[in-house]
């Protein structure tokens, strides 16, 4: 039995697999400020026509031009691996097997997206790309993929993660881009800020509005600005992990997966991985398919399905979700890739249909599974995909207790070592777990009423 398997470069898959063409009931439309659907045109100040494009796709496959797939052969196909080394210390009948999207040079999955966006910013003829990061992630993801292609890239790094967290801003600068701690003096609405309140820790609402207003107000037209997750594009080019998975399933004998496992911030990994999967579930296969939420930001188990804001500042267009509310302040758990007040709309409506069973986990468990993972398959896994692996020892263990040999694939969405400051609280006894009270979901939530209405359009099938 092969623990590592491993496609050829020539069995990468070649083409994007687009959910949006399948789903049995359609995406409810982004809304404009006037409450009407928004036409793409209305998105060109800020994203370049041919990502628009993917954006708005109805089409099942969208190929993948072979200049892209030359940049991502540096780390994919991405291995998969069993985790035989989990199943044994839990002593279970399941098959544990993982994607390990680890090994991609910034050390997580967002590359996957990053890599594509840059690329086709590039040929659309822009110079230079914005964009916002908290914790670090998607803003180095970006910074390498804008190295590679060749385009400059500035990145808003959410003020206290920029002090606190020095060592993501030093890769960013090692790939060539320039990295400024949110709120800044390099915009109005940053300057807005500083002037109110000096001292602001900042947040990635803030960090998101400096970003848009730095591509939308230079003056040669030539910058754009990037979204690392959420939007259906960058879902779409996430797509590789899915497709990759499901031949390298075949090549270790199995059939479909019983289980799929992924966390869920914007919803980029898990639809990555389990997209292609929820395919077959559309078309019968019995798959139990689950996106891993923190119960400090309880986006998918508590949050109402609405129209509501990408952003805090209210600038985007109106998408239709499941959300806490554009002005929820998450708390400060250490998966800071988890703390989105929204979530994709692509996985929102797989919700609604039933064909995603979300979960939500606390933190100190999300810990535990993360020392049980380092201390049987080794590797230190980031904060956010601790919360996977809660869930998949979870399912290892109801699979003992049922008696049954399930197969059960988790997405390894990215590696800890730039965040070993969560690991270190709790090592010490100092995490805490928080529960969002109802009072304050309500009072989050309470403003959605004064949008307009998300209709819960489902077939009843699942
Ligand atoms: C950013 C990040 C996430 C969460 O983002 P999604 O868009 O939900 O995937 C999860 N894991 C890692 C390692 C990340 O960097």
């Not at 997206?113 to 003829?125: L, M, R």
């Not at 499901?246 to 990555?272: H, R």
């Not at 109106?318 to 979530?343: D, E, S």
């Amino acid at each position: 039995m092969e623990l590592k398997i491993q496609l050829k470069e020539s069995d990468i898959p070649r083409q994007w697999y687009n959910l949006a063409a399948d789903l049995p009931t359609p995406l409810l439309p982004p809304l404009g400020p006037d409450g009407k659907p928004i036409g793409p045109e209305m998105l060109a100040p800020v994203f370049p026509m041919n990502l628009i494009e993917q954006e708005v796709s109805a089409e099942r496959w969208i190929d993948i031009p072979e200049e892209i797939l030359g940049i991502l052969y540096r780390w994919r196909p991405a291995p998969l691996k069993r985790a035989v080394y989990l199943e044994k210390f839990l002593d279970t009948p399941a098959k544990i097997y993982y994607k390990d999207e680890s090994y991609s040079p910034p050390g997580s999955h967002k590359p996957n997206t990053a890599v594509p966006q840059a690329w086709y910013n590039k040929q659309f003829g822009i110079e230079n790309l914005t964009t916002e990061t908290g914790a670090g992630q998607w803003g180095s993801a970006l910074a390498f993929a804008c190295k590679i292609v060749g385009l400059g890239c500035k990145v808003f790094m959410v003020r206290i993660s920029f002090d606190q967290k020095p060592f993501r801003k030093t890769m960013m600068q090692v790939w060539g881009a320039d990295c400024i701690a949110s709120p800044s003096n390099q915009t109005n609405a940053g300057r807005k800020i500083l002037e109110e309140m000096p001292d602001t820790p900042g947040s990635l609402g803030i960090a998101i509005s400096e970003a848009i207003e730095a591509a939308v107000t230079d003056p040669t037209g030539k910058t754009r600005y990037t979204l690392g997750s959420v939007l259906n594009h960058v879902l779409l080019h996430q797509t590789i992990i899915g497709l990759e998975a499901k031949k390298q399933l075949e090549l270790a004998g199995e059939k479909l997966p019983d289980v799929v496992i992924g966390c869920a911030g914007g919803g980029s990994n898990f639809a990555g991985l389990a997209f292609p999967f929820v395919a077959d579930k559309i078309n019968g296969a019995d798959i139990t398919i689950i996106p891993v939420e923190p119960e400090s930001c309880p986006t998918m188990t508590r949050g109402p399905f609405a129209y509501d804001f990408g952003d805090t500042a209210c600038t985007t267009p109106l998408l239709a979700m499941y959300t806490l509310g554009h002005a929820f302040i998450p708390p400060p758990i250490h998966a800071g890739g988890l703390r989105y007040h929204g979530m994709a709309p692509l996985v929102c409506q797989a919700i609604v249909e039933g064909l995603l069973k979300p979960r939500a986990y606390h933190q100190i468990k999300c810990y535990e599974a993360a020392l049980t993972w380092a201390s049987t398959e080794g590797a230190i896994c980031a904060p956010e995909t601790s919360h996977a692996v809660a869930a998949v020892i979870d399912e290892a263990i109801k699979a003992k207790e049922e008696g049954k040999e399930k197969v059960i694939l988790l997405n390894y969405s990215g590696h800890g070592l730039m965040d070993l400051s969560g690991y270190d609280a709790y090592m010490a006894g100092k995490l805490i777990d928080y529960e969002l009270p109802q009072q304050d979901l309500e009072k989050f939530t309470a403003p959605l009423n004064q949008l307009p209405k998300a209709e819960m359009r489902k077939t009843g099938k699942w």
